[in-house]
């Protein structure tokens, strides 16, 4: 005999309750942290090492590492600071359960900024909420500036939007104008950085950014 | 019969929908206890503005419940139609009409009212 169990629950907002746990986790340790999402090769890792290389001597710093495999992980690993793989299996973007499986393996007491590593894609991340305080997002100048309006989710979800490469503003046809256009049709709350991780202009603007939210 | 090379392609080009099919194994299978001892029938409402494709769906469920009470189950998916509205002007967006900018105030405060969710409305299971 068969029966029918009603249920109506909505799957997806599984995802946001344990995002909500795990930002109340966070307040309750004084941590601030970043979800910081790019497509691959916009610059990520670059960003983060300079973060970390510039702020470890004043703060404690974590990082979570949303990847298949640990190269980038290693690449921050040697500051040593605690670190984690959150392994997607290869999944397009984190979720809060890896999320919080990465920081099971953290003693939360130690730390002061987690800085969450996602998966380099403009479009899934945008999506899933990690409990993490504010969204970083970064665009590279040879990407091309019509990023904003072909993945506009990521940048209306954005709390600050990093533009990295500007080294390359001469090398490339990048429309600033057409680029910030884009942006703030989307989103007129957004800070707004430009930068070069690889000859560090710009880097402290990003870095007074994330001093006053960790104050 | 889907041959190994299809199943790759298809688990690296789609992995969005896994993750989510698995999860809604996990709640199918705590809603249907202990005593149940197969699951018929799952039925889900799908929004349109979700992200999520209903062919992966069916095609994850059928590969992730192998081995499980729900092995030979059959998802329906009930499609939900997505709406839109603009939060500056008040303006309501036909159905199905997907934008980050209003049409006619220009705003970006646009905002999805429904069509955005994926519910496990019930299950079907057989106790003996």
Known sequence: MTKTISINENILSENDKLALKIRKKLDENNIFSINVMASP??????????????????LRIAVIDGDVVDIDLKKMTHHGIPTALANTGGACHMDSVMMERALDSFPLSEIDLLIVENVGNLICPASFDLGTHKNVVIASVPEGDDKPYKYPAMFKGADVLLLNKVDYLDKEPFNRSY????????????????????TGEGVDTWLDWLGKNLL | MITIRRLRYTFLTVMHELQITQALLTKVLEKAGSKTRKIVVVKIVLGEFSGFVDESIDFYWNIITKDTIASGSKV???RKPGKMKCLACGHNMPKGEKTEICPKCGSFKVVVKEGSELVLQSIEVKND
Do not use: P
């Open chain 1, 179 to 198: 680029f910030r256009k884009g942006v703030e049709r989307l989103n007129e709350n957004l800070e707004f950085f430009e930068l070069s991780c690889k």
């Open chain 1, 41 to 58: 090769g916009a610059g990520k890792t670059s960003l983060i090492n300079q973060t970390i290389e510039k702020l470890k001597k004043k």
């Open chain 2, 76 to 78: 329906v998916i009930i």
